[in-house]
Structure formats: structure tokens, C-alpha cells
């Protein structure tokens, strides 16, 4: 962009895509972001791909955001269907119609930063600003890997990552690591919004009844089964625990719920756990927590949500793969306890550990507050993104006052 001599600067226009309208991770992490630019620095618009909340979200956070519907197939669509409905995403016909549309609104918008922040959102958009010769920065924030994606989309994502965007932004080392030869790659962690946290550690008042829960949506990368499982062996030493799952089924995880439904059941457990379903009060949830559980059975790229227990003052028992080492065990401090992915068994043993020494629980909850309060603000983040920004498109930073 090009402003002439003595003429004032408008903020970097930023129009920001993404295929999906539920508030998945990056979705979220979008929202915050959003709401902590610096409007002297950033004009932020968005495409989405669907309509739903994040376009209410972000048009009542003050967004522009116009939806471009791309039929059912697309709907609903993560990485967990992509085996299927990757071949949707390259179907040459609605590819097409897609980049065409969006396209016009990259230029009707004089965009001068696309950055795309799904999997979808990567190929559409990447070429329809390509095609209006904007440049693109990919917001990254899934493993690249084939233990979490079906290998057909890592090869194709990771050659277009090291030849189509600008700059690459990764929400973790982990996920940054998965994508090798990519010359421009910044890792910015996911931020959590001054609301979320408590303003003092010792503000937190902790339930009276010992409650163990996993705040997320329904999914198998979740590990709701991990933690139902974990359940029968913790109840049969402390039965007086109470467990609650909080979450709704997204992405078509019907049959995952269902399955979930199924194994309460069969353990005997439907007295001891609540599955309340999705919230729209994740840190009202979080405050009724004595443990809050990560359990992904696989490698997750970040963890969002052991941030948010860390700076509400609670106690975390999380998988030791992905993202979550960065949070809980920064050079080598822990501040919760680790576990292996996919072990019920282990699983349990670390929440006895804390049930069964609150003391220890305390200390290192304390610290994980005081460390996650420090080097997780969105503010953080949004600093960080911006400076790559300001960078692909030409612009030298300007420091926020």
C-alpha cells in the first residue's frame, strides 16, 4: 500500500477467514485475539465460511464480518472429517466458486493481510488473496502429523505452508515442529482474556466436595472415555468425589457422546458424574473444579483450557504430548501433574495425587497461576501477530503506548 508524502497512515487492514462458524480452539483464540488489536496499528475483518456464533461473536466484538455460504458439505467440517471432505475442499468446482467469492471481497475490502485461521480457510484462501496478489499468513492451530491428521492432507498442507503463505503463525512449539521448511514461522501461544482470570490466586474460593472435571467439547481427541474410565478406579479409593463433564458434541461427535453415554453406565457410574453439556460460562465451570483434567489421547498442538484452569487457580492433571508440556513444565517447573496420553490407569493415578495431597496441589497451582498470568495474556499474543503482520506487508512496527 502506498500513502503519500505527509498523508496519515490508516491502520493495516487485516481480513481474516475461517471456514467454520462454531467456537472451536482457534475460533476462540480468534475472538481473543480480536479483542485485544491495537486499532491504531489494525483494522481486523473476517470472512467466514458458514454462519453461526463466531459471527455473532465477532460482530458484536465490532468485526465486519460477512459470511460466504459454501453449502452443506462444508458445514459442521474439522479436522476429524477431513479424511472425507478434503476431497470436498479440493473439488475443482467448488473451489473455484469459493476462491472466486471470496476473492471479491479481498478486493472490495482493499485488503492488505489475508490470514487464515482453519485448515479450510489455509487452501481457499491462500488463493484467492494468491489471485489478488495479497499477501497471506497461515494461522496454524493443528499438528501437522499424521497421528492427528489423515496423511493425505499433512503432505499437501505442509508443501503449501513452505510455498504459498508469506509467514506462518504456530500456537505452539509442538505444532511448529510439524511443520518442517517452513522459512517464516512465528509461534505465538493462544492468550486468555482478562476476564478469564482471577485477580489473585488466593481470590479463588475452592469447592467444599472434591469435583473432578474436563471442560471441552465432546470429541476423542478429548478423552472424555479416558476420564470416565479414570473414574471407576479414583471413586473405588475416594468415593465421596463428585466428576462432571462440560461440553457439548461438535463437529459431528454424536456417536462419540453416545459412547461416553454408554461406558457411564456400564462402569456403574451415572450417580458420580454429571455430563452437563455445552456452557457459555467455561470459567463459572472452571471455579467449581477442585482438579481440572486434560485428557487428549492424542498429541493436542496447545491446550487452551489448561491456561484457563491455571489462571482461575485450578489445580491441573494433564497428558504429557503436544503442546501441553509448554504450559505445565517450562524449563523443567512443574506446574501440575503430567501424565501419558491414553492411560486411564495413569490417569486416575495422577488425580489421587492431588486429591490425596492438597497441599502439594496448592503449591503448584499457585505457581502455575502466577507463571500462566504472566506469559499467556491475549495482549501477548495480539502483539506478536500484529508484528507479523506489519511485517509481511511492508510495514515497519509501531510500539503501542
Not at 487452501?123 to 495479497?134: D, E, I, Q, T, Y
Not at 467439547?217 to 471407576?232: D, M, N, Y
Request: net charge neutral; proline share 7%; with cysteine.
Amino acid at each position: 500500500m502506498t500513502v503519500p508524502p505527509g498523508a496519515a497512515e490508516r491502520p493495516l487492514r487485516v481480513v481474516v477467514v475461517d471456514h467454520t462458524a462454531a467456537l472451536g480452539g482457534g475460533e476462540l483464540a480468534l475472538l481473543r485475539l480480536a479483542a485485544e488489536l491495537d486499532p491504531s496499528r489494525v483494522e481486523l475483518r473476517a470472512i467466514v465460511l458458514d454462519d453461526g456464533p463466531l459471527v455473532e461473536r465477532l460482530r458484536a466484538a465490532g468485526v465486519r464480518t460477512l459470511v460466504v455460504h459454501t453449502g452443506a458439505r462444508s458445514r459442521g467440517m474439522d479436522r476429524h472429517a477431513l479424511g472425507g471432505s478434503w476431497r470436498a475442499v479440493l473439488a475443482v468446482g467448488e473451489t473455484a466458486r469459493l476462491v472466486v467469492r471470496v476473492a471479491a471481497v479481498l478486493r472490495s475490502a482493499d485488503a492488505d493481510v489475508v490470514h487464515t485461521n482453519s485448515l479450510r480457510a489455509d487452501v481457499v484462501g491462500l488463493l484467492a488473496a494468491r489471485w489478488c496478489r495479497v499477501p497471506v499468513v497461515w494461522h496454524v492451530h493443528d499438528r501437522i502429523a499424521d497421528d492427528y491428521l489423515p496423511p493425505v492432507a499433512v503432505r499437501l498442507l505442509r508443501a503449501l505452508a513452505r510455498r504459498g503463505p508469506r509467514a506462518v503463525v504456530a500456537n505452539s512449539e509442538a505444532t511448529a515442529r510439524t511443520l518442517p521448511g517452513v522459512r517464516d514461522l512465528t509461534v505465538a501461544h493462544p492468550g486468555y482474556a482478562p476476564d478469564q482470570a482471577v485477580p489473585a490466586y488466593d481470590d479463588r474460593v475452592p469447592p467444599e466436595r472434591p469435583v473432578v472435571g474436563l471442560v471441552g467439547r465432546l470429541s476423542p481427541t478429548k478423552g472424555q472415555l479416558e476420564l470416565v474410565r479414570a473414574a471407576r478406579t479414583v471413586l473405588d479409593r475416594r468415593p465421596e468425589v463428585r466428576f462432571r463433564l462440560v461440553g457439548g458434541a461438535l463437529f459431528g461427535a454424536d456417536d462419540y457422546a453416545d459412547a461416553v453415554d454408554a461406558e457411564i453406565d456400564r462402569l456403574g457410574l451415572r450417580a458420580a458424574v454429571d455430563v452437563v453439556g455445552f456452557s457459555d460460562d467455561p470459567a463459572g465451570e472452571l471455579d467449581r473444579l477442585s482438579v481440572c483434567v486434560h485428557a487428549s489421547p492424542v498429541p493436542e498442538p496447545f491446550g487452551q483450557v489448561v491456561v484457563e484452569a491455571m489462571v482461575r487457580g485450578v489445580p491441573v492433571v494433564a497428558t504429557d504430548a503436544g503442546g501441553v508440556p509448554e504450559i505445565v513444565r517450562p524449563a523443567g517447573e512443574e506446574l501440575g501433574v503430567l501424565v501419558p496420553p491414553g492411560d486411564p490407569d495413569a490417569l486416575a493415578g495422577g488425580l489421587l495425587a492431588v486429591l490425596d495431597d492438597p497441599g502439594a496441589a496448592d503449591r503448584r497451582a499457585r505457581a502455575a497461576y502466577d507463571d500462566a498470568t504472566r506469559r499467556f495474556p491475549a495482549r501477548g499474543t495480539a502483539d506478536a501477530v500484529t508484528g507479523v503482520w506489519e511485517r509481511v506487508a511492508g510495514r515497519r512496527r509501531r510500539r503501542r503506548t
